[in-house]
């Protein structure tokens, strides 16, 4: 199962947006996919005694990274960089477990014409610091408010088309390294 972390907690986000596409992708992959919000995070997670005791209320959070055979990432850019949100969650899970040797991917959403650059890279580095295996392949959207119509979807064919190819190089990288088919196949 591959887990869609969407990279930030601020309401009615474009990060929201650009996974509805990806959910559909992966269907259309026939792989099943777990979507981790973190505007969904208990509000107790933010408590300081949460670095020494992570309250029940986190644990499907922490479980659904540690059960995901890969995480596609989406994160914005938030001032040049990651959401805190997201830095917070990710200290907030086990270590070195979490990530140690998982597939990961990356795709950035910027208002800015970088299409989150700086925060991907910023991700790289700190999910390479957790050995994680970094899939090579990533997507930027840039200037999304202009990529998306009044319904929030997606309106350029090409890059659905990229973050088509990304999901599908994505399954196939997990599948590789970690030695699981994750398509659903039909009885």
């Not at 981790?36 to 509000?43: H, N, S, V």
């Not at 850019?77 to 969650?89: A, C, D, H, Q, T």
């Not at 086990?94 to 910023?122: D, H, M, N, Y």
Request: aromatic letters at 10%; one cysteine or more; proline letters at 7%.
């Amino acid at each position: 199962m591959i887990t869609l972390l969407i990279g930030t907690n601020r309401p009615n986000n474009n990060s929201r947006k650009v996974a509805r596409h990806l959910e559909e992708i992966y269907a259309e992959l026939k792989v099943p996919l777990r979507i981790m919000d973190l505007g969904d995070l208990p509000p107790e997670i933010f408590l300081p005694s949460s670095y020494h005791e992570k309250p029940k209320s986190f644990h499907p959070f922490a479980e659904g990274i540690l059960h995901s055979s890969g995480v596609h990432v989406i994160s914005p850019e938030y001032n040049g960089g990651i959401p805190g949100v997201l830095k917070y969650f990710i200290d907030m899970l086990k270590f070195p477990e979490s990530f140690e040797r998982r597939p990961v991917c990356f795709t950035g959403i910027a208002a800015g014409v970088w299409g989150a650059l700086r925060p991907i890279e910023q991700l790289q580095a700190i999910f390479g610091y957790r050995n994680a295996f970094i899939y090579p392949e990533r997507v930027f959207l840039a200037q999304i408010h202009s990529l998306l119509d009044e319904n929030g979807r997606l309106n350029n064919p090409e890059l659905l088309e990229r973050l088509r190819k990304q999901a599908a190089g994505f399954v196939d990288f997990v599948e590789k390294l970690k030695q699981v088919n994750l398509r659903e196949t039909k009885r």
